[in-house]
């Protein structure tokens, strides 16, 4: 891979404010979004199962993050940041071969232990943390990446190949590394009575928010029930909990009865709804709930905090046509094709695509990812 041009690392324009972000949505309006329009918007990272020449030209322009030369990739980074990290120490950016690697050095306790190539992997992942920290933490006090104005604060783990805890990140940078997140999304929703779940959308009404308007991200836009980013040392479900109180004012022990019905995953390139500069890539695990709610839990959900706006019970049509508009953040809607596709929906029989749909709801992802079983998140 030839070297990248050097790119001054100026701030970027902010982000354009929430109004702007709703009358793009009011102008898109003019074109509604088929299904398959609305999977591509977000799984819309080249896929090498469908299109092996575009992945593989458009990955050569990346650089592969590494713990070393032989180690597996654990994300894309973009040239103009990787460029910010050459010559900085515990960096190694190899252009011949494309590669950003983390580099440690090693104390050694025998002549034994020499290292023979850049990296970390002979490192804790406390110590791989605390140099991604500080990286990160100078990236955002220079100023050089309008995505980092979003510092949150919340760290995120980074997983190796079996599963192991190989760093943390915060939450805001890892779009700039390219490493892969994972969040837990969960549809509330209510079935009308026994004549009315033989209608063609079984009598569902689905409870949608709407984000708040000044939110960095997606500002304004639809979203899913319940959903949030899976910080350090939470499990899925405890994620769930935790944003459904802090969201929408439901209590845990409602929460609890939240179904667990699988994944959705897809590898997304951002644009500016998400905050900060275009073009970082996101790939991204879901982990999907259903809540089904009897008419006699009399649940009014309210916003608790000023992420969302207002919560609205939408008819399935009523969803449906907000997400041919587009008025869905990209993933949220990914979610509710899911959902569709589980509840009898969408189908062979209503959706010319519907193979290609299912599959790539369930993009199989060519990073590390986190296992399940009795592995119980470091933090």
Request: proline share 7%; net charge negative; hydrophobic share 40%.
């Amino acid at each position: 891979m030839a070297a990248p041009d050097t790119v001054d690392a100026k701030p970027l324009p902010p982000s354009p404010p929430a109004p702007q972000v709703e009358a793009k949505i009011v102008e898109d309006k003019q074109r509604l979004r088929s299904n398959l329009d609305l999977v591509n918007e977000c799984d819309n990272f080249p896929s090498p199962e469908t299109d092996l020449q575009t992945y593989n030209d458009r990955i050569a322009t990346l650089y592969s993050l590494r713990l070393s030369a032989s180690s597996p990739t654990l994300g894309y980074v973009l040239p103009f940041v990787a460029e910010t990290l050459r010559g900085v120490p515990n960096w190694v950016l190899d252009d011949d071969q494309g590669l950003l690697i983390l580099d440690l050095p090693v104390h050694p306790a025998s002549s034994a232990d020499v290292k023979t190539e850049p990296g970390s992997m002979h490192a804790t992942a406390a110590q791989r943390s605390a140099i991604i920290a500080s990286t990160t933490a100078a990236m955002r006090a220079t100023g050089a990446f309008a995505v980092l104005k979003g510092w949150r604060d919340e760290l995120y783990n980074v997983y190796g190949a079996q599963g192991e805890l190989l760093f943390e990140i915060e939450r805001a940078a890892s779009p700039l590394f390219g490493v892969v997140t994972y969040g837990a999304h969960m549809t509330a929703y209510i079935r009308g009575d026994r004549s009315v779940q033989e209608q063609e959308d079984h009598g569902i009404r689905i409870w949608v928010p709407r984000r708040a308007r000044s939110k960095q991200t997606y500002g304004g836009m639809l979203d899913n029930t319940v959903a949030g980013g899976i910080a350090v040392g939470e499990t899925p479900r405890e994620c769930l909990v935790r944003e459904a109180e802090e969201e929408a004012s439901m209590q845990p022990e409602l929460v609890k009865r939240a179904r667990p019905t699988g994944i959705v995953s897809y590898y997304h390139v951002r644009d500016k709804r998400a905050g900060g500069e275009a073009g970082l890539l996101q790939p991204e695990c879901q982990f999907v709930y259903d809540l089904e709610l009897e008419e006699e839990d009399r649940l009014e959900l309210k916003p608790s905090d000023n992420e969302v706006d207002e919560f609205t019970l939408m008819e399935v049509a009523e969803v449906k046509e907000a997400m041919a508009r587009g008025e869905f953040k990209p993933n949220c809607a990914l979610v509710l094709l899911d959902f569709f596709v589980r509840h009898g929906l969408l189908g062979f029989d209503n959706e010319d695509n519907y193979f290609e749909i299912v599959s790539r709801l369930h993009r199989q992802l060519e990073f590390p990812i986190w296992r399940g079983g009795q592995h119980r998140p470091a933090g």
